[in-house]
């Protein structure tokens, strides 16, 4: 459980729900002057974190494998070891090649599970020859 939390004050993290459950948990809530001390670790988070409509991590897109943390230790997740250097590379290539076209499949879903939520709120509006636009 973290002892406090650092954000950015977005709506998610300032709604009364969210307080509640800090509260309950008695995690802290107060200003950090020296957030960009924490930007490093906040940036890795995210570019090491899956992303919802792409199904990958950002890192693993731009290094075509997944950071290594000291965690994968433990999960026994080290690692390939490849016989040659254009061994490795012909692998990266094919495990970048397979990515990216699931990126492509994966993010046209997105866009389309959007366009379907924007069609249910979206209201057609009728306009006729002298209405007043604001």
């Not at 107060?30 to 995210?46: R, S, T």
């Not at 990216?100 to 599970?113: D, G, I």
Request: one cysteine or more; proline letters at 4%; hydrophobic letters at 30%.
């Amino acid at each position: 459980m973290p002892k406090a939390i650092i954000s950015d004050r977005g709506t998610n993290s300032t709604s009364k729900l969210f307080r509640y459950f800090c509260k309950k948990l008695k995690l802290k809530d107060g200003e950090h002057a020296n957030w960009e001390d924490m930007l490093d670790d906040v940036l890795f988070a995210y570019r090491s974190s899956t992303h919802s409509s792409t199904l990958e991590t950002p890192y693993y897109l731009v290094h075509g494998r997944d950071p290594n943390i000291p965690i994968n230790e433990f999960l026994d997740a080290s690692p390939s070891i490849f016989k040659s250097a254009s061994d490795y590379v012909g692998n990266l290539a094919n495990r970048l090649r397979y990515s990216f076209q699931r990126v492509r499949e994966e993010t046209e879903k997105a866009r389309n599970r959007q366009r379907e939520q924007y069609k249910k709120r979206a209201k057609e509006k009728k306009y006729v020859v002298g209405d007043k636009s604001y």
